[in-house]
């Protein structure tokens, strides 16, 4: 499988999982928050939950809708920039004394495969080096 086929299977997946945590989010919020590391809001927090949910739909949409357009540049700048997602939940779960394992076993490497889905997608669309002085232009100039 080439590095570009992977990127792109990485990006779906990524997407995938972002849309079924914010449906999760919207659908069964008490369910979903006990995945999270933290505990949730005291009394109903349903409309924090809603919130959250749509957040994370729009997470993922992003990268689809890049991926569909064919801005591989993009998409790989914007992948980059959800990894502070998952980064920051792994800090906010240990600042608010939540279990090490979901920091790390959920969130910190969440991080590491965005991160490394974002550096495969910006190699693969690494501008060309800039270019030598033309051969022709050279010789003139050395005469």
């Known amino acids: ?23 999760w989010f919207i659908l069964q919020p008490h369910a ?6 933290i505990a949730g809001p005291s009394g ?9 949910g749509v957040r994370d739909i ?16 993009a998409l790989g700048w914007a992948v980059l920039a959800e990894a502070f997602t998952p980064l920051g939940d792994a800090v906010i779960v240990l600042s608010h004394g939540g279990p090490l394992a979901i920091a790390l076993g959920v969130h910190a490497l969440t991080a590491v495969f965005v991160l490394a889905t974002a550096g495969l997608l910006l190699r693969e669309t690494r501008r060309p080096a800039t270019a ?6 050279a010789t003139a100039t050395a005469n």
């Open 1 to 23: 499988m080439t590095g570009r086929r992977i990127a792109t299977v990485c990006t779906l997946l990524i997407s995938a999982f972002i849309i079924f945590v914010g449906v």
């Open 32 to 37: 979903a928050v006990a995945g999270l590391g």
């Open 44 to 52: 109903t927090g349903e409309g924090f939950y809603d919130i959250k």
């Open 58 to 73: 729009t997470s993922g949409l992003v990268p689809l809708a890049l991926l569909i357009a064919g801005q591989r540049r």
């Open 132 to 137: 030598t002085i033309a051969p022709s232009l």
